[in-house]
């Protein structure tokens, strides 16, 4: 399994930004599509972005579609969730995952490793 490190989390206000890192180590970073996903306070972790491991495939939830970006840089074994026009419902701990996949698409489920997480608070 790869291991996953998030960065990057922190207090914004509402319509906000801010950029989630999750460093990769320990496998060859090619070869797994990435996600992102989120957990509320009391609520489950739900599925948040993802992008295949070509980087050519994103997908999104329909809660943050036009708001949020993932992206990832082969070079630096890292993968990026940009989050602009920050909401408080958007407050949750961010974690970031990985799935060896032997084709070129998005999964969002089914990850084999995860990082620790990241808290994102959204002020109001």
């Known amino acids: 399994q790869v291991r996953l490190v998030e960065s990057g989390g922190g207090l914004v206000q509402a319509g906000g930004s801010l950029r989630l890192s999750c460093a990769a180590s320990?496998?060859?970073?090619?070869?797994?599509?990435m996600g992102w996903f989120r957990r509320a306070p009391g609520k489950e972790r739900t599925f948040v972005a993802g992008?295949?491991?070509?980087?050519?495939?994103?997908y999104y939830s329909d809660s943050v579609k036009g708001r949020f970006t993932i992206s990832r840089d082969s070079a630096k074994n890292t993968v990026y969730l940009q989050m602009n026009s920050l909401k408080p419902e958007d407050t949750a701990v961010y974690y970031c995952?990985?799935?060896?996949?032997?084709?070129?698409?998005?999964?969002?489920?089914?990850?084999?490793?995860w990082g620790q997480g990241t808290q994102v608070t959204v002020s109001s």
């Open positions: 995952a990985a799935d060896r996949t032997y084709s070129d698409f998005v999964p969002i489920g089914g990850f084999d490793s």
């Open positions: 320990g496998g060859t970073f090619s070869s797994y599509a």
């Open positions: 992008i295949s491991k070509s980087g050519t495939k994103t």
